[in-house]
């Protein structure tokens, strides 16, 4: 714009002035002043521009009106109407200003910005003259004159910061609109805007000012708006000056940079375009305090609520995605919490969050893997749909974090989920099915070892799966529907964690009685015990100790909290009356100055494990009425989403475990009443569950209810006769614990059935077996001596010395309950019945034991097929032999039977673990180990898991491992809390176990080569299987007490065959693998033994002091190789000396995959072709035990005279087969002579060897031994096994070596 050149007003510079107006000078009043103003701006008010002639008229007076008096005047009334006067003065002689001075322009401009400040207070009498002096200048664009002058900058700034600061609440939308209009003409028609005035309208922005003043935030969010297309680019030069070149010093704002592209964002994003790219190189930083601040400001852009940024922006999104896996923990903290936000705004999002979590899930910070449970539960919390199943996967897996916190975290948000969802249906039915695993996995939270785990999951039962608040009939419903939905595991842990609570209420039970005795010294040792019971129960051992003697000592003194305690306690205490005393022994122990109270805490932790705040006797009955509902079909179970039979079954199973806990609440006519009605029920189980609660609660029917008494006789009597062999079990022991005359009622169902006993017709034989074994087991001395003729001409000479029919030929080794055949069931009941009666007399001056354990060891030796026609089937046999090993394992539990069994027998029982049959070990180690984990077996059977190191399948060893750790655990945890347990060290200290299992290991049937690699290389694992366990820790200097312990086997005789040479070098060369093993593995164990270790006499004969045996059994080239493996032969070796097969050996592979259940079936099923110059067989991944036996595939086979193996495995020339397992090296070495001692011939065949080498497979047979084969010498029998495999002399004579045992 050019300035017009100078104006000369008419009349040679006489200033007119409008009618009425007299002249204006220094020499008038203020007031006069004023007056005549007003006047003049009514004058230029009501001219227009085009009032040529007035404008002229006028022109004299526009430029006085500018003098300095004028502008510099004191008054502020005179200032504002001068300033009208300007603003109307702009507004006539526009576009044509009458002023030409620039520094004149400035100073009006100035001035008249100045006098805006007025528009602060909107009370002021003169406030419209103000508005009219801002509406002026808006309308007119006056301002936008002063885009000529040099220095306009200035007067611009001055603008907006008066603008900024007089803005307020008071002012109406049209104050803000002029404003707007005003200050968005300057930014939109100038040349662009300088850092300076740029820095006006963004330091609005700084939450600081936003705070202070929200209308001049809003002023500029509208003003931005408005001008974003013009002002953008000044925007984006700024961000790129202080982000990119990082010149700070450019503005006073760059410390705020991120917090302006925030507000920057929120106003508009198209003020962002160019800005965002250099976010992406801000996060690429390496400062890790830049990246976390960038993180922060994109969290916050992409969680906004109606944010497209991710979208629009994709390579920044996934830019920023990547910081997810930054270096530094608090940018990965950051974006972690950002989550949270993303999940609940934007959806649509998740996917692309879902594997950054993952990774996070798993990190190494706690506070993360924290925080991401933290985002996905929020996110769930609001909407379920928010979250897919792989987050909520994740919140799972962190329910078994390394960390309590974590866990704590990902648990309670789990119940919280449930709570919402399944409990109160908050988002359908669907949502509820979506989240159904949640139950199940919170329970099964349960098995870990950590006691604060247990105390979180029964906090969570109590307070979110089954809440207690809620009223009796609410709340049994809950537990009745939720009972019947839960996974098999769940039921165990729920029903295990009522027998936790329940046993923690019996030991504060006994230690309320121990406080009504008088003192002594043994009483409070008793005292003492106890209250380490309960310490163990609750967090934090170390200090629970304390506090429970606190509280203890809290009891002692005051009476009145005991008797709360004793209520509490009582079985006859309902939910409303545990809440009462809970709440008063907290008062008590409540102290009012002490802000936190840990030992409060602390008690609070017991009470709430002892208090029934569910199970009472009102809600016993609410279950029985749910359960009759059910029974009537007028229940809810469909809409709960179980059938009306599942509901029922499981209905009947939650008031049986409720009756072992809680038998007092069940006393009554009406829950009587519907149990007889379930014993009629078709469902097998519903009535076994029925008779069972009956037992469990029925003490006091025979006196205070005789009507269900009478009813129930008749029920019980019949289901011992006729019912399935569970009921029959159950019925037995029914009638034994609820009434007075229960010989006379044992004796009417005992008689009928032993004169009904029938071997022909065995579907009809296996509930009378049952019923007769417990009677005999439950009255000894009224049913004994009867039993022992049906015992001896029935059970052993009719039924098991007999098979009558002929079973499946199909070669599996196992098959389901349902195909077992009648007659074999019959026999394993058969078996338990032998074993049940022994157990009643409980002693064995009959002999009736020893006649029992030479049978059961028959049928091991013969793998099941006593009788040895061959009529039963393989799967048949895989039960009889589980059946005996068990029996033999049942009978060792009691000490009188256990005396007797020979170190033989006990050999046979533990071969069993090492079974062909898959589901043989399976069980048979899972029995073993329940009944050594309750200190019922001797200390002998635990090496009996050392033979697991030989088992081909790797989760069947890692079991085996999880056994010896738990039985470890329990008998040294036993030590330490039982004083008089110092006495019985020898049969409790788990470091005893090793003279058993060098025994065991040295009458191992592979173990009959002892100075070749292979068989020493599997005694080594086997001992170190075993030793590694007990080696974990050196308590008490417990390695060279085991190194003391062999050595002094090493100075003993096998008191098994004490004269066998043979025997007893075996015996020496396992101690010496047994000493290097420990010497390899510590080296504490040369150390002085605290203890001088006692041997068992039934195994080891103590020779005199004049023998002394240091002979080392060991070659060093042994040792080495035991230590580093056996060397490879040289490849030009094996190509002249061509391998040799072993004749029936079948090669099996160890699996380490979950499919680790190679094929069950006869492991002589196929040929196996020595002479393949690739492998002959071919390893197929099939599953043990599978429907089809293992494929084997043969490649160029060659019949050879020698090797006539039969499909069967067996050698051509001999039906016998061979027990025991194969050696695992040349099983076909004719030249064995040596003869055992007299000994029972060695049971069972074990299972496949898992990774035989080359060597353990193929030999280099001498031409002596090939003509010793050829010619059909006939082998020795070595008395530890069963006879090998016949050659082909036997064939042409017809001769077989048979068993001669007495049974």
Known sequence: M???????????????????????????????????????????????????????QYLALALHLASEFFLRNPNKDVRLLVA?????????????????????????????????????????????????????????????????????????IQLFKTLFSVINNSHNQKVQMHMIDLMSSIIMEGDGVTQELLDTILINLIPAHKNLNKQAYDLAKTLLKRTVQTIETCIANFFNQVLVMGKSSVSDLSEHVFDLIQELFTIDPMLLTSVMPQLEFK?????????????????????????????????????????????????????????????????????????????????????????????????????????????????????????????????????????????????????????????DKLLHIYYQNSIDDKLLVEKIFAQYMVPHSLDTEEKMKCLYYLYACLDTNAVKALNEMWKCQNMLRSLVKELLDLHKLPVSEANNTAMFGKLMSIAKNLPDAGKAQDFMKRFNQVLGEDEKLRVQLEMLISPTCSCKQAEIC???????????????????????????????????????????????????????????GVTPDTAIRSGLELLKVLSFTHPTAFHSAETYESLLQCLKMEDEKVAEAAIQIFRNTGQKIETELQQIRSTLIPVLHQKAKRGTPHQAKQAVHCIHAIFNNKEVQLAQIFEPLSRSLNAD????????????????????????????????????????????????????????????????????????????????????????????????????????????????????????????????????????????????????????????????????????????????????????????????????????????????????????????????????????????????????????????????????????????????????????????????????????????????????????????????????????????????????????????NDKEYLSTEMRQMLLTGKPKPAPVLGAVNKPLTVPGRRIFTKTTTGSDTASNTSTNSSTINKNSNSNAVTETSAQENNENPLNQHEVGKKEEPSQNVSPDGDSAASPVKRRGRQAKSAAAAPAEKEVAPAAASRGRKRAADPNPSVDSINIKMSKQQQQQNDEGTKRQIDLQRWPRVSVEKDKESGSLERRQGEL
């Not at 107006?21 to 004023?34: A, F, L, P, Q, Y």
């Not at 009472?616 to 009955?621: C, G, L, Q, T, V």
């Open 582 to 640: 809970v709440r008063e022994i907290t008062r008590k122990l409540t102290f009012p100055k002490q802000p936190t109270n840990p030992f409060l805490e602390m008690v609070k932790f017991l009470l709430e494990r002892i208090a029934p705040v569910h199970i009472d006797s009102e809600a016993i009955s609410a279950l029985v009425k749910l359960l009759n509902k059910s029974i009537e079909g007028t229940a809810d179970d469909d809409e709960e």
């Open 84 to 156: 009208c006067c300007l603003a109307d003065i702009f507004r006539i002689y526009a576009p044509e200003a009458p002023y030409t001075s620039h520094d004149k322009l400035k100073d009006i401009f100035l001035f008249i910005t100045r006098q805006l400040k007025g528009l602060e207070d909107t009370k002021s009498p003169q406030f419209n003259r103000y508005f009219y002096l801002l509406e002026n200048l808006a309308w007119v664009k006056s301002y936008n004159i002063c885009f000529e002058l040099e220095d306009c900058n200035e007067i611009f």
């Open 2 to 56: 050019e300035f017009p050149q100078q104006q000369k007003p008419a009349g040679d510079g006489k200033i007119t002035y409008p009618p009425g107006v007299k002249e204006i000078t220094d020499k008038i009043s203020n007031d006069e002043m004023v007056k005549r103003l007003k006047m003049v701006v009514k004058t230029y008010m009501d001219m227009d521009q085009d009032s040529e002639e007035e404008k002229q």
């Open 761 to 1108: 017709v065995p579907e009809q034989l296996i509930t009378p077996l049952v019923s007769l074994g417990h009677i005999s087991m439950l009255a000894p001395d009224q049913f004994a001596s009867p039993m022992k003729s049906i015992v001896a001409n029935f059970i052993v000479k009719d039924l098991l010395m007999n098979d009558r029919s002929v079973g499946n030929k199909n070669g599996k080794l196992w098959t389901t309950d349902e195909e077992v055949s009648p007659e074999v069931l019959a026999k394993v009941q058969a078996i338990k019945l032998l074993v049940r009666w022994l157990l009643g007399m409980k002693n064995n001056q009959s002999k009736s034991a020893n006649s029992t354990l030479r049978l059961l060891s028959a049928m091991l030796v013969s793998e099941g097929d006593l009788t040895e026609q061959k009529k039963i089937s393989k799967s048949d046999m895989s039960r009889l032999r589980l059946a005996a090993g068990g029996a033999i394992m049942k009978l060792a539990q009691e000490p009188c039977y256990h005396d007797i069994i020979t170190p033989e027998q006990f050999q046979l029982c533990g071969l069993v673990i090492n079974d062909e049959c898959y589901q043989v070990r399976q069980i048979y180690a899972q029995k073993l180990h329940l009944a050594l984990a309750k200190l019922m077996l001797p200390l002998e059977y635990l090496a009996v898991f050392a033979l697991c190191a030989k088992d081909p399948v790797k989760e069947r060893r890692a079991h085996a491992r999880q056994c010896l750790l738990k039985n470890i655990s329990v008998r040294r945890e036993y030590i330490k809390q039982n004083p008089l347990a110092q006495e019985k060290l020898v049969s409790l200290l788990p470091e005893y176990v090793v003279p058993y299992m060098i025994h065991l290991l040295a009458h191992d049937p592979d173990f009959t080569k002892p100075h070749e690699y292979e068989q020493l290389k599997d005694i080594k694992e086997c001992l170190w299987f075993m030793l590694e366990v007990l080696m974990t820790k050196n308590e008490n200097n417990s390695h060279a007490f085991l190194r003391k312990m062999v050595e002094n086997i090493k100075q003993t005789k096998d008191a098994q065959c004490p004269e066998d040479a043979k025997a007893n070098e075996k015996l020496y060369i396992v101690c010496d693998v047994a000493l290097f093993v420990i010497a390899n593995k510590s080296t504490a164990c040369h150390l002085d033994s605290p203890k001088d270790p006692i041997l068992p006499s039934k195994f080891f004969i103590v020779q005199d002091k004049d023998f002394k």
């Open 283 to 439: 996060l690429k930083s390496n400062d890790g305090e830049e990246r976390l601040a960038v993180v922060r400001l994109l969290a916050k852009l992409f969680g906004a609520k109606d944010s497209e940024l991710a979208s629009q922006n994709r390579p920044l999104w996934q830019c920023f995605l990547g910081r997810f896996n930054d270096i530094h923990v608090p940018v990965r903290l950051e974006c972690v919490k950002f989550a949270s936000h993303c999940l609940m705004n934007h959806p649509d999002l998740a996917k692309d969050l879902t594997e950054y979590l993952k990774v996070r899930s798993h990190d190494p910070e706690e506070a993360i893997r924290h925080d991401v449970i933290v985002t996905i539960i929020n996110a769930g919390k609001k909407d379920l749909n928010l979250v897919n199943d792989q987050l909520l996967g994740f919140v799972r897996e962190r329910t078994l974090d390394k960390r309590w916190r974590v866990r704590k975290e990902a648990m309670m948000g789990l119940a919280q989920l449930f709570k919402k969802y399944c409990l109160h249906y908050e988002a359908g039915k669907e949502s509820a099915q979506k989240i159904s695993w949640i139950k």
